[in-house]
């Protein structure tokens, strides 16, 4: 008869216990430093624009995104050419890590996808890994790319 109220005792220091800390891990705390914050998400947001635009088969989108440099009219052609090689791109783009420095941003990514010149037909099945380069503060552009990235893919059949 004496375990009832120490289990009563119990179950109310359990959701006594559970209510404080779901009040507490639920709280929202803003970023320490609210200008970084924005800015990384930004650079997040320009990385999945870039994805969209391309598996979208959107050349306007990805040239708003590009800075105007001629080592960029190479990459750029490359993407046009496997809009018009591929009408169906599936892309999964995953950011693997961010670095700042200063205006310089570098983002690895990793990426797997599929590339079909026919939906019925079984298409081109790729992964790897490579680096965007990005500059800016509050408009974030491309500046460069660097290693196994998945534009291009009609450029890299066509050599095989």
């Not at 693997?96 to 099945?125: A, C, F, M, Y």
């Amino acid at each position: 008869m004496q375990r009832r109220p120490i289990i009563i005792w119990l179950g109310l220091t359990l959701i006594v216990l559970v209510q404080t800390g779901f009040l507490t891990g639920c709280s929202s705390t803003p970023p320490r430093y609210p200008e970084s914050h924005a800015r990384f998400e930004r650079i997040v947001t320009a990385v999945q624009t870039l994805q969209q635009a391309y598996v979208g088969h959107d050349p306007v989108a990805t040239n708003d995104l590009l800075l105007p440099l001629d080592t960029l009219l190479i990459w750029e052609q490359g993407i046009l050419n496997d809009f018009q090689t591929y009408p169906d791109i599936a892309l999964d783009l995953l950011i693997d890590r961010i670095t700042i420095d200063g205006d310089l941003i570098s983002v690895q990514v990793s990426w797997q996808g599929e590339w079909k010149k026919n939906p019925e037909q079984q298409g081109i099945k790729a992964r790897g890994q490579g680096t965007l380069f990005w500059s800016g503060t509050h408009v974030i552009l491309l500046t460069g790319v660097e290693g196994d990235l998945p534009f291009g893919m009609a450029d890299r059949q066509s050599m095989s």
